[in-house]
Antibody
Framework: EVQLVESGGGLVKPGGSLRLSCEAS????????MDWVRQAPGKGLEWVSS????????FYADSVKGRFTISRDNSKNSVYLQMNSLRAEDTAVYYC????????????????WGQGTLVTVSS | EIVLTQSPGTLSLSPGERATLSCRAS???????LAWYQQRPGQSPRLLIY???VRATGIPDRFSGSGSGTDFTLTISRLEPEDFAVYYC?????????FGGGTKVDIK
């Protein structure tokens, strides 16, 4: 069974930084694009960022562009989200998700999700 | 940015009833790029439908998706107790990927 396990969340002050990690198992991580999606408390889902299998295509939501950096290490089956200049509005549960293999090119749906890690930005 | 508007915000129904959820896009999108997710309380989202009408692996056939252009629908033919949850549509035509605001299906 595909597993995605996020870690690295916590309480951080406004302007601070945090690095989230997502470790994948039970699938060939190196061939899949990976995404981060967040959910503020009591709110809906917001896509944050995506990275292709070889890291040659990277995309960000406007709300995080210039502050967050997505990366991956295929040798460690892991994807990361470096979050800098954090704001109160970044408070959310951050989910790591796998883009499905349903289509060989272009964007895909998100077929597996981790359990999420909570990031709280507060003074 | 493609905006997805889901309606209604909340749907109050009884077990065994039929649920019809709507997702309207701000511009025409190919049905290949429309998905539906279910999120139960305290859980992560789960993929239900992709390409507007294809059930994901393990999803019961009481869930069906339809639509094209700007109007898409998720139908749950007979609600089971475990179906009371929040449902989101998502487009993945282009960045930024966007989700609808969600429809909560709760017990009447």
């Amino acid at each position: 069974e595909v597993q995605l396990v996020e870690s690295g969340g916590g309480l951080v002050k406004p302007g601070g930084s945090l690095r989230l990690s997502c470790e994948a198992s039970e699938f060939t991580f190196s061939v899949f694009s990976m995404d981060w999606v967040r959910q503020a408390p009591g709110k809906g889902l917001e896509w944050v960022s995506s990275i292709s299998s070889t890291s040659n295509h990277i995309f960000y939501a406007d709300s995080v562009k210039g502050r967050f950096t997505i990366s991956r290490d295929n040798s460690k089956n892991s994807v990361y989200l470096q979050m800098n200049s954090l704001r109160a509005e970044d408070t959310a549960v951050y989910y790591c998700a796998r883009e499905s293999p349903h289509f060989p090119s272009g964007w895909n749906d998100l077929d597996f999700w981790g359990q999420g890690t909570l990031v709280t930005v507060s003074s | 940015e493609i905006v997805l508007t889901q309606s209604p915000g909340t749907l109050s129904l009884s077990p065994g009833e039929r649920a019809t959820l709507s997702c309207r896009a701000s511009e025409t999108i190919s049905s290949r790029y429309l998905a539906w997710y279910q999120q139960r309380p305290g859980q992560s989202p789960r993929l239900l439908i992709y390409s507007a009408s294809v059930r994901a692996t393990g999803i019961p056939d009481r869930f069906s998706g339809s639509g094209s252009g700007t109007d898409f629908t998720l139908t749950i033919s007979r609600l089971e107790p475990e179906d009371f949850a929040v449902y989101y549509c998502q487009q993945y035509v282009s960045s930024p990927l966007t989700f609808g605001g969600g429809t909560k299906v709760d017990i009447k």
